[in-house]
């Protein structure tokens, strides 16, 4: 098996979900190729993980780098959000929770969905390709005014609109559907100073549409709202993301959840009042800069944490 995820912040989010009795029950619920729940399982000998990732060709290296873990580690071939629904209507509750934002390096290196400009793949970027519409099938549809805002507000790209008129031009000619042409596309559109750039100036644009095909974005904040509802009462939630929007969502949840609510029959946490979390950490922990070095994939990563205090009535 050829290992090539090498999992961001692993001794800050030990740290920051290590058990407190050796029993304990963490979701991982964005499993990926399983790096976080093997540092996990190695270093607390009684803990019991469930891996959740919808990607079967993802899981079943998972299945593979977590295999001799035997019964301590189970997994579930799905999204998320459906892990805690049916979570929620078994009344399981979890001790801890993780999420690991970012996209694992499987879906670039091997995935061959046009994940990465790299390549010449075909435009997909669909973690799970049997749901929703592809890349190629965005762009050919999208008008040039929506394209731009999809890229600056799903990936903060200042040159937007260049590079949706330049999309735009370029599929009145001939359908978008490689990711070697997109990117060359984008590269052409912008100034060249960003073009020569320690980044690659196609990295933002393939990052949105990532973003918007798998509705990143728009599916976080209910997916915090149902593991959070999930969450064992004392249990404590880790989320690593990857950039500023993302993050946004993370912290503004948190902090909106933390706040302390009076007593009243219309309180968000129920009559009698209080807060439903505790804020662990308050900026965010980012990798230190030999971690960096070691790993660039890590370089934008920021982890937040709670704890929960109250249960939430209704959930």
């Known amino acids: 098996m050829d290992i090539i995820h090498t999992p961001v912040l692993p001794e800050e989010t030990l740290a920051l979900l290590s058990p407190r009795r050796g029993d304990q029950w963490l979701v991982d619920a964005t499993l990926g190729e399983g790096g976080h729940s093997e540092a996990f399982l190695s270093r607390f000998q009684a803990l019991r993980i469930t891996g959740v990732d919808a990607d079967p060709e993802i899981m079943a290296t998972a299945k593979e780098r977590l295999g001799d873990f035997g019964d301590r580690i189970e997994f579930y071939s799905g999204w998320s959000h459906d892990f805690f629904a049916e979570c929620a209507q078994k009344g ?59 890229l600056y507000f ?95 969502i993370v912290k503004n949840f948190f902090r909106e959840r933390s706040r302390d609510f009076p007593s009243s029959p219309d309180s968000p946490i129920g009559k009698g009042g209080g807060r439903l979390v505790d804020i662990l950490v308050r900026k965010g922990i980012v990798p230190t800069e030999d971690e960096i070095r070691r790993n660039p994939a890590s370089r934008s990563a920021r982890l937040r944490g709670v704890e929960k205090v109250l249960e939430k009535e209704g959930l």
């Open 92 to 150: 399981r509750q979890p001790d801890l929770i993780l999420m690991d934002l970012g996209v694992s390096l499987f879906h670039y290196e091997k995935g061959g969905r046009g994940f990465s400009f790299r390549k010449d793949e075909t435009l997909d970027m669909r973690v799970d390709v049997s749901r929703g519409q592809g890349a190629a099938e965005l762009l050919a549809k999208i008008g040039e005014k929506e394209l731009a805002d999809l």
């Open 154 to 248: 799903n990936a903060d790209e200042r040159y937007s609109r260049r590079i949706a008129r330049a999309i735009v031009e370029a599929r009145s000619r001939s359908a978008l559907t490689s990711s070697a042409v997109l990117a060359e596309i984008v590269e052409r559109a912008v100034p060249g100073v960003y073009r020569h750039g320690a980044v690659h100036p196609a990295t933002r644009t393939f990052q949105a549409l990532r973003i918007e095909v798998n509705g990143e974005l728009s599916r976080l904040e209910a997916l915090l709202e149902a593991a959070l509802g999930c969450l064992q009462p004392g249990g404590r939630m880790g989320v690593i993301s990857f950039h500023s929007a993302e993050d946004r």
